[in-house]
Each structure stands twice: as C-alpha cells, then as structure tokens.
T-cell receptor, first 115, second 116 residues
Framework: EPEVTQTPSHQVTQMGQEVILRCVPI?????FYWYRQILGQKVEFLVS????????KSEIFDDQFSVERPDGSNFTLKIRSTKLEDSAMYFC?????????????FGPGTRLTVT | AQKITQTQPGMFVQEKEAVTLDCTYD???????LFWYKQPSSGEMIFLIY??????QNATEGRYSLNFQKARKSANLVISASQLGDSAMYFC?????????????FGKGTKLSVIP
C-alpha cells in the first residue's frame, strides 16, 4: 500500500538554527499538508499546498516557516530560526482529492526537539 | 470557524466489550466531512472512518462505526468487541468542504485503555 514517508524521524537542533523537515507524499496525490502536535496536545494545522502554491495557512505558520515542493516528489517544511516552542511532532499529510471520502494519509511524523 | 469537542480525556473498556467515544462539532458550513483517527503510542496517525455531512447512513468500517446525529452535531465513534490493540489516542476531526484547502480541524483526543 502506498504511504507517506518523512525524514528524519527525530531531529534535535539548537535554538536559532534552521531545520528542514522532508516528506514524500503519495505519488498521485494533489493536496499536501503540514500539521504539528505539541506533546500531549491536539494536532494543529499549519499549512496546505495545492497546485504548487500555498492554499491556506494558520496563524502558527508565520514568517519563520516556509514550504516547498522542489522536484514534484518531495514536500519540505523549513523553520528558519527555531524557538523552544517549535518542539513538537510534525506530520506531513497528502490526499488525492480535498473533498469527498478521500482521507488524508499521514506520514509517521518527525519529532523536532529544540534545545 | 470549525470546532471539535471531545469531552472524554480518558476511557477504560473491558476487552471484548463495546465502547463509544464522544465527539461534537460546530460549524456553519453546510457541507463537511467528519473523520476519526487513531494514534497509538508509536505516534503515527491511522485513519479509521469517514462520514460526509450529506450521507444518509452511518458509516461503518469493520469493528468501527460512526453514530452520526446531524441535528445534535455529534459524530461518536463506536468500537465493537474491543481488543488490547485498540489502546491508543483517538482523535475526531472535521474538514470543511465548501471551499479552500480542506484541512482537518482536530479535537483534543480521547485516550482509550482496553483492560484484559
């Protein structure tokens, strides 16, 4: 069964450093998302990406965040200058069609720890 | 804006018994989708079941069924014949279908523990 993959599984970085989280969505999917989950809390939407551009972003997704789909397969989330409060699990998700019964397939997540 | 409320932070159920996890939602959109995801201790998000707002029948997927009461804005998950492997966090989520990017809005989750 096709799956969303994410690398790395765990990233430790120092405050102020840049990190890039990588995702490979399912190949024929058209909608891509990043979510985050702070430990013990609910999953929160960060940004959605469709047709090679951001379609919507949450208030969490400030100027420190950016997304790219550089080569038609990878989907990356960059945090320019990490803060302690960026420590969380980051999930990439993709779906073929936004509406209807099409589920969003989630990757296994990248646990980001900012020290 | 959409809102999902899960009022049960934790639930216990005896193995082989059925359990209902509550979910209420709030939206002004006429068209939306409701989802349940399971998150085991390993952390991944596993899709369980989907219900569309215009679906006449309650969704079922194996041991999972969704008790959809549109007028009450509730979408409770029923797990029949609980198994030890059902112990996990369960998240209810909603997707707005009218326009936009179709992102999911999640509730805070319910931690289910299955007792042998």
């Amino acid at each position: 069964e096709p799956e969303v993959t994410q690398t790395p599984s765990h990233q430790v970085t120092q405050m102020g450093q840049e990190v890039i989280l990588r995702c490979v969505p399912i190949s024929n999917h058209l909608y891509f998302y990043w979510y985050r989950q702070i430990l013990g809390q609910k999953v929160e939407f960060l940004v959605s990406f469709y047709n090679n551009e951001i379609s919507e972003k949450s208030e969490i997704f400030d100027d420190q965040f950016s997304v790219e789909r550089p080569d038609g397969s990878n989907f990356t989330l960059k945090i320019r200058s990490t803060k302690l409060e960026d420590s969380a699990m980051y999930f990439c998700a993709s779906t073929y069609e936004g509406r209807g019964s099409y589920e969003q397939y989630f990757g296994p997540g990248t646990r980001l720890t900012v020290t | 804006a959409q809102k999902i409320t899960q009022t049960q932070p934790g639930m216990f159920v005896q193995e082989k018994e059925a359990v209902t996890l509550d979910c209420t939602y709030d939206t002004s959109d006429p068209s939306y989708g409701l989802f349940w995801y399971k998150q085991p201790s390993s952390g991944e998000m596993i899709f369980l079941i989907y219900q569309g707002s215009y679906d006449q029948q309650n969704a079922t997927e194996g041991r999972y069924s969704l008790n959809f009461q549109k007028a009450r804005k509730s979408a409770n998950l029923v797990i029949s014949a609980s198994q030890l492997g059902d112990s996990a966090m369960y998240f209810c989520a909603m997707r707005r279908d009218g326009a936009g990017s179709y992102q999911l809005t999640f509730g805070k989750g319910t931690k289910l523990s299955v007792i042998p």
